[in-house]
């Protein structure tokens, strides 16, 4: 699947287990298993610590017939949706459950939090197998009786440990199978870091670290959090603003700067927007979306400004943001004031996780006419797409966008749908005149 979705294969929340397709190859599978998990800010180290963790404990469920299960969750009645495949005939429960069609735990003691799964992973060579319900899984050529787990539910039956594609991934993949040996040499090394990939797989989405709340709380300030220091709010705010409204710059430049720094804020994880002005350090500095020389010019203005007078970056740009719309409001015969309240921080570099900020790069924006390249999906829906993630209603969606129009912040100042013959000014013209062009024809892009 196309970035920046997380999972590779639709319907899944990783990869295939069976193989990339359905088809085992392990040195394949690792492939999808970085990428899957990079688009999840995992490194190496944080995504084998989590895989090995995560099937130290637990097992797969396959012990029947795949073909006697109802229809898939998506394709099932409204009052079964999100319950799984449902499994009439066979009672889906213990060793008659259903679900990966994988059948089988990965290590001796599957209820304890142990060194079991690198034990029979590296202990062991592995061969292609079916389950009973006829997945492609690993199973140990040759296993003593005792490593062998019990039973789900009948604790004297003994049935041989497995392994997917993407277990077997950390034995075969080279840069997987050093980072699991080192965590075989020492076991503290890998509880830790699993400890710490699994708090950051869970919290990541709780948005910044001043929403969390209680007594476990770690103290530790951690990079994924992107952490942003307090901003002034010692400076005034009618300086800041006369010294932009001096700097020469226009509507269109101050509106596109403010937005650009915003738009990358994603509701569904409380990261990106204006705080912490990111937009001035690498990667964002270098978006295309950004336009990174326009952007670069005006972040050298607001750069000094910040200096002169003591606050933000990251406050200047939204103020320059009000600056514009409050005269391109008067220019329209509207005397308005934009409401703006100080103390965002400036973030540094070393604040900063480069790489995990790469998939909330905007690949379009709607508002300001824009995509990177086609996309399976229309421009349409990634309009839609970036407005939900931005947690715009509808109605703010519309106005945003009619008024974008005709402040001129089109990116790389294209006329498409600027409707209006006073740019720069905030009118509705965008709402009153669409036709003016006569009729339109759908091109397809
Ligand atoms: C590398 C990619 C991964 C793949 C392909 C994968 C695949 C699977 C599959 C096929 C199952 C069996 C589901 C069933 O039949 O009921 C499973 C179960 C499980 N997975 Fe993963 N997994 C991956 C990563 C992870 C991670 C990162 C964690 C947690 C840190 C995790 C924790 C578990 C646990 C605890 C179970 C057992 C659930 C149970 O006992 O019902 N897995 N996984």
């Known amino acids: 699947m196309e970035n920046p979705l997380s999972a590779v294969q639709m319907g899944l929340i990783y990869v295939n287990p069976e193989g990339v397709n359905g088809v085992p190859d392990p040195l394949k599978t690792a492939q999808q298993v970085r990428e899957t998990f990079a688009r999840m800010a995992m490194n190496d180290e944080e995504t084998a610590?989590?895989?090995?963790?995560?099937?130290?404990?637990?097992?797969?469920?396959?012990?029947?017939?795949?073909?006697?299960?109802?229809?898939?969750?998506?394709?099932?009645d409204v009052e079964n949706q999100g319950f799984g495949w449902g499994n009439p005939t066979m009672g889906g429960k213990a060793s008659n459950a259903v679900t990966s069609g994988i059948e089988g735990a990965w290590t001796t003691n599957p209820t304890k939090f142990d060194m079991g799964y690198f034990d029979l992973l590296f202990g062991h060579e592995w061969e292609l197998r079916k389950s009973p319900a006829g997945a492609h899984q690993w199973e140990p050529i040759d296993i003593k009786?005792?490593?062998?787990?019990?039973?789900?539910?009948?604790?004297?039956?003994?049935?041989?440990?497995?392994?997917?594609?993407?277990?077997?991934?950390?034995?075969?993949?080279?840069?997987?199978?050093?980072?699991?040996?080192?965590?075989?040499?020492?076991?503290?090394?890998?509880?830790?870091?699993?400890?710490?990939?699994?708090?950051?797989?869970?919290?990541?989405?709780?948005?910044?670290?001043?929403?969390?709340?209680?007594?476990?709380?770690?103290?530790?300030?951690?990079?994924?959090?992107?952490?942003?220091?307090a901003g002034s709010t010692d400076y005034s705010e009618e300086v800041v603003k006369q010294r932009i409204a001096e700097s020469g710059l226009s509507i269109s430049d101050m509106v596109s700067t403010a937005w650009d720094s915003a738009r990358t804020y994603r509701g569904s994880d409380m990261r990106g927007g204006a705080n912490g002005a990111r937009i001035r350090l690498a990667p964002q500095r270098?978006?295309?979306?950004?336009?990174?020389?326009?952007?670069?010019?005006?972040?050298?203005?607001?750069?000094?400004?910040?200096?002169?007078?003591?606050?933000?970056?990251?406050?200047?740009?939204?103020?320059?943001?009000?600056?514009?719309?409050?005269?391109?409001?008067?220019?329209?015969?509207?005397?308005?004031?934009?409401?703006?309240?100080?103390?965002?921080?400036?973030?540094?570099a070393e604040m900063t996780?480069?790489?995990?900020?790469?998939?909330?790069?905007?690949?379009?924006?709607?508002?300001?006419?824009?995509q990177k390249k086609e996309y399976v999906v229309k421009p349409e829906e990634l309009l839609l797409d970036r407005a939900q993630l931005m947690g715009l209603t509808g109605p703010e969606m519309v106005v945003l966008l009619g008024g974008m129009r005709v402040l001129g912040t089109n990116y790389g100042g294209t006329k498409h749908g600027v409707f209006t013959d006073r740019e720069g000014q905030l009118t509705n013209d965008f709402f009153v005149n669409p036709d003016r062009h006569g009729q339109y024809l759908e091109t397809g892009r």
């Open 145 to 229: 009786e005792e490593d062998k787990p019990v039973d789900a539910s009948d604790p004297s039956i003994r049935h041989n440990p497995i392994m997917t594609d993407a277990d077997m991934a950390m034995k075969v993949d080279p840069t997987y199978r050093a980072i699991c040996e080192k965590f075989m040499a020492d076991p503290e090394y890998f509880k830790k870091t699993f400890a710490k990939a699994w708090f950051k797989l869970t919290h990541r989405d709780l948005g910044p670290k001043s929403r969390y709340i209680g007594p476990e709380v770690p103290a530790e300030d951690l990079i994924w959090q992107d952490p942003i220091p």
């Open 286 to 348: 270098q978006w295309e979306g950004n336009e990174p020389a326009r952007l670069a010019d005006v972040l050298a203005v607001y750069e000094q400004i910040a200096a002169d007078t003591g606050a933000s970056v990251a406050d200047v740009i939204v103020l320059a943001g009000s600056v514009a719309i409050e005269k391109a409001a008067k220019a329209a015969g509207y005397d308005v004031r934009v409401p703006f309240l100080k103390g965002r921080g400036d973030a540094t």
């Open 353 to 370: 996780d480069a790489d995990s900020f790469a998939p909330l790069e905007p690949l379009a924006d709607g508002f300001r006419n824009w």
């Open 49 to 76: 610590a989590l895989t090995a963790g995560g099937h130290t404990v637990g097992k797969c469920h396959g012990n029947g017939d795949a073909a006697a299960l109802s229809a898939e969750p998506e394709a099932s």
